[in-house]
Nanobody, 123 residues
Framework: VQLQASGGGLVQAGGSLTLSCAAS????????VGWFRQAPGKEREFVAA????????HYADSVKGRFTNSGDNDKNTVFLQMNSLKFEDTAVYYC?????????????????WGQGTLVTVSS
């Protein structure tokens, strides 16, 4: 399984960005796709996750109501729409995948990781 995150960039506070995670490889190995982020000097933290069917989603409290996770199975791509961005959303964002359908928030639960994409929110 290979994952490639893209879509990061520089945006002003209050603005929006959409991240994409393009996946390839066995579909049964990526039944859940999660988004994590890591700011300088901080631990990697859970942001959002979605099941491959799209029937289940989960968000960290810090992004709930502002971020939306969606998937396009035909294109093997998961999207993270980020609205009302705040300075504290600045981080490197990673997408990750795991085989099981249960949505989990711990990074160690995920088997496959893409490279990160940097999101910088200016205040």
């Amino acid at each position: 399984v290979q994952l490639q995150a893209s879509g990061g960039g520089l945006v002003q506070a209050g603005g929006s960005l959409t991240l994409s995670c393009a996946a390839s490889g066995r579909t049964d190995s990526r039944n859940t796709v999660g988004w994590f982020r890591q700011a300088p000097g901080k631990e990697r933290e859970f942001v959002a996750a979605i099941s491959r069917s799209g029937g289940s989603t989960h968000y960290a409290d810090s992004v709930k109501g502002r971020f939306t996770n969606s998937g396009d199975n035909d294109k093997n791509t998961v999207f993270l729409q980020m609205n009302s961005l705040k300075f504290e959303d600045t981080a490197v964002y990673y997408c990750a995948a795991k085989q099981t359908f249960f949505i989990l928030t711990q990074p160690m639960a995920y088997d496959y990781w893409g490279q990160g994409t940097l999101v910088t929110v200016s205040s």
